[in-house]
């Protein structure tokens, strides 16, 4: 597999170069009566809504569902040392449960943007009966969602980090239906071109959106939207998959990067050297996160994490 290129993460110079998913928006900011930005709101069953504005967006972590993982901690990252633990436990004492448990969050982001549109990125456990409810928790996307204030039907865009089953989870009913009607769901194509032709994926979540139209494939950096001087950009972060991608959130004041499964797990946070067993290719995902982790540093940025039991973490820490 190709190396991972620096200039992957020099954030500046993607959002000024990646070629424009959607049209940029100059809208009034039109959040509903009661919404705060960069505070909780109402707590739904699973667990508080919470935000962090970014320029002209907010950025809502919506837990979908909370679970104890079907093997060790140990066993998942066999390479980690005590003192990689001890630094984890630090940072995210929720993780570490009995008998070397690993309790994970199974966490979506909404990006609220002026004029009300709405972008998901992931898209959780999904119900009972989607794949990754057969091995975690069955979600609660729709109730987190409606005490966002967020109508599915103002949701225009779905950024898939990558098509593991506990990301997509609500992105179709399990009769098919996509869930948000007036969104493009937006994949890296290496992504798609990964899933055999027998893959339970591509029959579960590929083939109902390009039956509707709705599956957009992209390749490399791409600026999905733009609204009072923020950016929101795809940028590939190969190894957990081949085609995985993250999302920057890029406001004047403030830089926030949803990392998908970058990091899986605070030991990777402390650690990127510490790979993950589950990882397509282990070497590349060490050198994605290093990069991915050295620019946050940098640029102090925050991190919003799909699986640690806190959603917004300081890339410092």
């Known amino acids: ?20 998913l959607l049209p940029s928006a100059a809208e009034a900011d039109t959040s509903p009566a009661g919404w705060s930005r960069g505070e909780a709101v109402a707590p739904g069953r699973g667990g508080a809504v919470v935000s962090k504005a970014v320029g002209a967006f907010d950025v809502v972590a919506l837990r979908d569902s909370a ?22 436990r630090r940072v995210d004492p929720g993780a570490f449960g009995p008998d070397l448990a690993w309790r994970l969050d199974f966490r979506c982001y909404a990006v609220r943007r002026p004029g009300g549109r709405i972008a998901l990125v992931d898209a959780g456990v999904g119900p009972a009966g989607s794949p990754a409810s057969q091995w975690a928790a069955p979600g609660n996307l729709p109730e987190l969602l409606a005490t966002a204030h967020i109508d ?21 009913s399990t009769d098919g239906v996509p869930m948000f009607p007036n969104a493009h769901y937006v994949v890296q194509g290496t992504e798609v071109a990964r ?6 994926m591509r029959d579960y979540l590929i083939v109902p ?25 795809a940028i590939p972060t190969p190894g957990h998959t081949v085609g995985h991608q993250s999302v920057l959130v890029d406001g004047p004041d403030r830089r ?14 402390v650690s990127p050297e510490v790979g993950y067993a589950l990882e397509a ?7 994605t996160r290093r990069e991915l982790l050295a620019d946050a540093r940098r640029r102090d940025a925050t991190l919003a994490t799909a699986h640690l039991t806190r ?7």
């Open 281 to 287: 290719d282990q070497g590349v995902a060490a050198e």
């Open 152 to 172: 599915v039907a103002d949701v225009d865009l779905v950024v898939l980090t990558h098509v593991h089953e506990d990301h997509m989870g609500w992105s179709v």
């Open 209 to 233: 959106l390009q039956r509707t139209g709705q599956l957009r494939e992209i390749s490399g950096q791409v600026r999905l939207a733009a609204a009072g001087g923020s950016r929101l950009t």
């Open 67 to 88: 679970d104890t993982f079907p093997s060790t901690q140990d066993a998942m990252f066999p390479s980690a040392t005590a003192t990689d633990w001890r630094r984890a």
């Open 311 to 317: 959603p917004f973490v300081d890339a410092r820490c």
């Open 195 to 200: 899933l055999s032709e027998t893959s339970p």
């Open 256 to 269: 926030l990067v949803i990392t998908g499964d970058v990091l899986v797990h605070a030991v990777q946070l």
């Open 1 to 20: 597999m190709a190396r991972v290129h620096r200039r992957t993460f020099l954030w500046g110079a993607v959002a000024a170069g990646a070629g424009a």
